[in-house]
């Protein structure tokens, strides 16, 4: 069973930045897929930014396009999310989940099968 462990959370200012990091304990198949996704108080957990360890598909919400960038390091079996231009709408818990998951759909929560426990960003405006 793959166990993720993200870190890199904490309280900035808007416009600021942050980078998060999720580590995964094992190396999965280049066909699984690691996604960040992020629930804010009262609302549903909702997709951010996913990419496959192969590399060959990444894809974002419209919400962070432009500020946020996914990337992997596969030596370290890492994935991070360098987030930028942060806004107090960006303040949730950021979570980081894998599994083998299309590249058509990326931003299908369901699809994954294994979750960190969290993070928490939050953007005071």
């Known amino acids: 069973q793959v166990q993720l462990v993200e870190s890199g959370g904490g309280l900035v200012q808007a416009g600021g930045s942050l980078r998060l990091s999720c580590v995964a304990s094992?190396?999965?198949?280049?066909?699984?897929?690691v996604g960040w996704f992020r629930q804010a108080p009262g609302k549903e957990r909702e997709f951010v930014a996913a990419?496959?360890?192969?590399?060959?598909?990444?894809a974002y919400a419209d919400s962070v396009k432009g500020r946020f960038t996914i990337s992997r390091d596969n030596g370290k079996n890492t994935v991070y999310l360098q987030m930028n231009s942060l806004k107090p709408e960006d303040t949730a818990v950021y979570y980081c989940a894998t599994g083998v998951v299309s590249t058509v759909a990326l931003h299908h929560k369901e699809l994954y099968d294994y979750w960190g426990q969290g993070t928490q960003v939050t953007v005071s405006s």
């Open positions: 094992e190396r999965t198949f280049s066909t699984y897929a």
């Open positions: 990419i496959r360890w192969s590399g060959d598909s990444v």
